[in-house]
Structure formats: C-alpha cells, structure tokens
C-alpha cells in the first residue's frame, strides 16, 4: 500500500541519483510534515540506529571484507557489527558473498535497495559538512 505522505519511490527507487538530487526539492514541498508517515518512520529506524549509517557509508565505497568494514570504523565492538551485518542481510540491505577459495573470502555489499541510500548518505555528509563544527 503506497503511502499518502508523499509519491517518492519513482523517483529514487527508479532513477539516477543525479536526477533524484536534481528533484529533491521539489519531493520535499510534496511532503505532507502535518502528520507521521510510517515508510518514513521505518526507514528512520533503520539507518537511524547506531553504526548502520557508518557501515552503509563504507560499502558504498564496493565490497568489504568484515576486516575492512571493522578498520573504518574501529570503535565499533566485533559483536556490534556482526549483529549489524546480519539485521541489514535481513532488510535486503546487504549481501554476504562467500567465495570458495583456500582459505575461504567472504565480503559484503549493498544491495540495489542499499544502494539507493546513497543519496541520503550524501545528504547527511552534505549537512555535516555545513552544519558540524570541526573535530
């Protein structure tokens, strides 16, 4: 059931993100802010949580193995990003590719559905870039 808070997903689930960044504008004055919308809601809850925008964020960059994932984001325990990993394996946000070679490479990367946050993540950076004050 398509959601009455706004008409969105032709334009990023079908579209180049140069062409969704281009139209940005025009898809936020359609957006109904009186009231909660539930897709909005859910999707908030997921790249909301601790570490998943981060994690998103590095596999934008292509497959990782765990290792590489771990490297950028060092503060985050082996455990957080295992749970991470598999919550998001769930939502069909990522992929885990096993390779069977000696000794066996496994490496995630996003999905067409995770992919397509690549223009939130930029938004975000975008924001940051303006608005955080410098480390």
């Known amino acids: 059931m398509a959601c009455?808070?706004?008409h969105i997903t032709?334009?990023?689930g079908h579209q180049q993100p140069t062409t969704a960044r281009l139209n940005r504008e025009r898809v936020i004055s359609e957006m109904d802010?009186?009231?909660?919308?539930?897709?909005y809601e859910s999707s908030i809850d997921i790249i909301g949580k601790k570490w998943t925008g981060l994690i998103i964020r590095v596999l934008l960059d292509?497959?990782?193995r765990f290792k590489d994932i771990k490297e950028q984001i060092p503060?985050?325990?082996d455990k957080m990003l295992t749970d991470r990993i598999k919550e998001l394996e769930g939502l069909d946000i990522i992929v885990r590719n096993v390779y069977p070679e000696t000794p066996v490479r496994i490496e995630y990367e996003l999905?067409?559905?995770g992919k397509d946050?690549?223009?939130v993540i930029e938004a975000i950076q975008a924001w940051g870039e303006r608005w955080m004050p410098a480390p």
């Open 111 to 113: 999905t067409p559905k």
């Open 117 to 119: 946050l690549r223009v």
């Open 33 to 39: 802010f009186s009231r909660m919308c539930p897709k």
């Open 4 to 6: 009455e808070c706004i």
């Open 10 to 12: 032709a334009l990023l």
């Open 75 to 77: 503060n985050m325990s």
């Open 62 to 64: 292509g497959p990782k």
